[in-house]
């Protein structure tokens, strides 16, 4: 199917590009959203995404940080890792 074909060109594109990161981070659902007209996936579609990045990543040995906690937890730990000073942060916010 249509769908299947643009999988294998993801994964292609995928193991392509992923030695030009410095850091992968998998972020996992850990709380629902509501509906916004902009996401288009229900939950379960949204939790079986999320066990396909997770099942790539592992089957692919791609050394990845799994970043879980609150949203704003969540991105003081990725800053954090990718050497952002969270002073630069606040004075952006400003």
Not at 5 to 32: C, N, Q, S, T
Not at 82 to 87: D, L, R
Request: hydrophobic share 40%; net charge negative; proline share 3%.
């Amino acid at each position: 199917t249509k769908e299947i074909e643009i999988l294998k060109d993801l994964y292609v594109l995928a193991l392509r590009d992923l030695p030009k990161y410095d850091h992968i981070f998998f972020v996992p659902r850990e709380f629902g959203y509501s509906k916004d007209g902009v996401r288009w996936q229900d939950e379960e579609v949204a939790q079986a995404v999320d066990k396909a990045i997770l099942s790539f990543l592992e089957a692919e040995n791609v050394n990845y940080t799994l970043i879980t906690g609150p949203t704003k937890e969540r991105a003081e730990k990725i800053l954090q890792i990718v050497g952002i000073s969270q002073e630069i942060n606040l004075d952006m916010a400003k």
